[in-house]
Antibody, heavy 121, light 107 residues
Framework: QVQLVESGGGLVKPGGSLRLSCAAS????????MSWIRQAPGKGLEWVSY????????YYADSVKGRFTISRDNAKNSLYLQMNSLRAEDTAVYYC??????????????WGQGTLVTVSS | DIQMTQSPSSLSASVGDRVTITCRAS??????LNWYQQKPGKAPKLLIY???SLQSGVPSRFSGSGSGTDFTLTISSLQPEDFATYYC?????????FGPGTKVDIK
């Protein structure tokens, strides 16, 4: 069965950096787009970033562009999110998600359990 | 960016009730609309994709309809395990955006 396990969250000071990881199993990782989605405490869902199956195509939300970098290692079945210049408003649970599609319609079919990032002094 | 709205923001219902949640997009998104269920402390779970296609393993009491700008998620007979928050999400254009959520709780 599909499993996505995030790690790397924690407490970091404003301006600091953190690298999140997502270990994938139960499917051919290199066949799928992957994404990071976050949820601030008590708030709704916010898409953060996409990466294509090969890593050649990447998109970011405007709120993180220039500060966050998504990457993947298909040999290690792993997805990453390097987060720099962190701000208090980046505090959230970060989920990795596998992107599937029905024709051109994409959806987040499988989600990890999430990892909490807290940005506070 | 495409803005998604949902109504109501919350509702109280009883087991066995028929529940309808509405999602509206700020522009036409054809059928590029997905629905997720989230329980407290848990990751979201995909229920419906492409407006009306039921994700494998999701009970048939869940259904989705609509196209263009107006969409509906219906739970035909609410069960105890359905008390949760429901989100719609458009994938018509990047960035994908989510609605603010509809919380369904026990009356």
């Amino acid at each position: 069965q599909v499993q996505l396990v995030e790690s790397g969250g924690g407490l970091v000071k404003p301006g600091g950096s953190l690298r999140l990881s997502c270990a994938a199993s139960g499917f051919t990782f290199s066949d799928y787009y992957m994404s990071w989605i976050r949820q601030a405490p008590g708030k709704g869902l916010e898409w953060v970033s996409y990466i294509s199956s090969s890593g050649s195509t990447i998109y970011y939300a405007d709120s993180v562009k220039g500060r966050f970098t998504i990457s993947r290692d298909n040999a290690k079945n792993s997805l990453y999110l390097q987060m720099n210049s962190l701000r208090a408003e980046d505090t959230a649970v970060y989920y990795c998600a596998r992107v599937s599609s029905w024709g051109e319609i994409e959806y987040f079919q499988h989600w990890g359990q999430g990892t909490l990032v807290t940005v506070s002094s | 960016d495409i803005q998604m709205t949902q109504s109501p923001s919350s509702l109280s219902a009883s087991v066995g009730d028929r529940v309808t949640i509405t999602c509206r997009a700020s522009q036409s998104i054809s059928s590029y609309l997905n629905w997720y269920q989230q329980k407290p402390g848990k990751a979201p779970k995909l229920l419906i994709y492409a407006a009306s296609s039921l994700q494998s393993g999701v009970p048939s009491r869940f259904s989705g309809s609509g196209s263009g700008t107006d969409f509906t998620l219906t739970i035909s007979s609410l069960q105890p395990e359905d008390f949760a928050t429901y989100y719609c999400q458009q994938s018509y254009s990047t960035p994908p955006t989510f609605g603010p959520g509809t919380k369904v709780d026990i009356k």
